[in-house]
């Protein structure tokens, strides 16, 4: 059973940038698709960035390209969300989440293990 732990959430100011972290534990990090979600108050949810087991491929939503970086690092089995020129509809709870299948990731948003979610309000 894989674990999830997110950190690095909180409150920020229009323009400015916030990294979220994403600690794995119990599986094989290294064989997972990783991402990043998030929902708004009242809104679906939806697929911020995802990377893949090999950090080959990526994903990002269309509404974060240019402003948001997801990396991983394998030592330490944790995946990054750099976050800048946030923006107040940015504001959202931000899951992390894990698929060995990555296509679960990208394409059919069900990944198998979600963390418990980092709150990030961007004040304008």
């Known amino acids: 059973q894989v674990q999830l732990v997110e950190s690095g959430g909180g409150l920020v100011q229009a323009g400015g940038s916030l990294r979220l972290s994403c600690a794995a534990s119990g599986g094989t990090f290294s064989s997972y698709a990783m991402g990043w979600f998030r929902q708004a108050p009242g809104k679906e949810r939806e697929l911020v960035a995802a990377i893949t087991w090999s950090s080959y491929g990526k994903n990002y939503g269309d509404s974060v390209k240019g402003r948001f970086t997801i990396s991983r690092d394998y030592a330490k089995s944790t995946v990054y969300l750099q976050m800048n020129s946030l923006k107040p509809e940015d504001t959202a709870i931000y899951y992390c989440?894990?698929?060995?299948?990555?296509?679960?990731?990208?394409?059919?948003?069900?990944?198998?293990?979600w963390g418990q979610g980092t709150q990030v309000t961007v004040s304008s």
């Open positions: 989440a894990g698929d060995q299948n990555y296509r679960k990731m990208v394409v059919a948003a069900t990944p198998a293990y």
